[in-house]
């Protein structure tokens, strides 16, 4: 088995921080969706602006809120503003990680999804997202 890379959320912007909660980060539920990223679920960000690199859980946000909220502890971490990189992985089996691919959201200044890649054949739902988003 390898650890691979799941999904990307590339350069979201966060638009709130939140020490007062008790932690995770919120990300608009349509962005989750695009990159298939569960609620609850562990969650690598890493920080653009002053390089932070830290590990929390997903929550959902209002879908097409464009959302990115750092909740807590996490929430120091960051500025409103901030550019970040949301980070999933998975375990693949060691002849599949050769061929292996991870989807790659793209978005906006206003986290509006601009295009992804890796979306399997069979699951092609590129265009809906992004007639939604």
Not at 44 to 60: D, K, M, S, W
Request: net charge neutral; aromatic share 6%; hydrophobic share 40%.
């Amino acid at each position: 088995m390898r650890t691979m890379l799941k999904s990307k959320l590339h350069r979201a912007r966060v638009t709130l921080n939140n020490v007062d909660y008790e932690g995770s980060i919120t990300i608009d539920k349509h962005l989750m969706e695009a990159a298939d990223i569960l609620p609850y679920e562990r969650v690598e960000v890493l920080n653009v602006n002053n390089a932070a690199r830290f590990t929390t859980y997903a929550i959902e946000g209002e879908r097409h809120s464009g959302v990115i909220c750092l909740n807590g502890a996490a929430a120091r971490l960051v500025d409103k503003g901030d550019v970040v990189i949301i980070l999933t992985y998975h375990q693949v089996l060691e002849e599949q990680a050769k061929d292996y691919h991870p989807r790659l959201v793209y978005v906006d200044a206003q986290n509006r999804i601009t295009h992804i890649h890796g979306v399997p054949k069979e699951k092609d739902w590129t265009s809906e997202l992004l007639s939604k988003g």
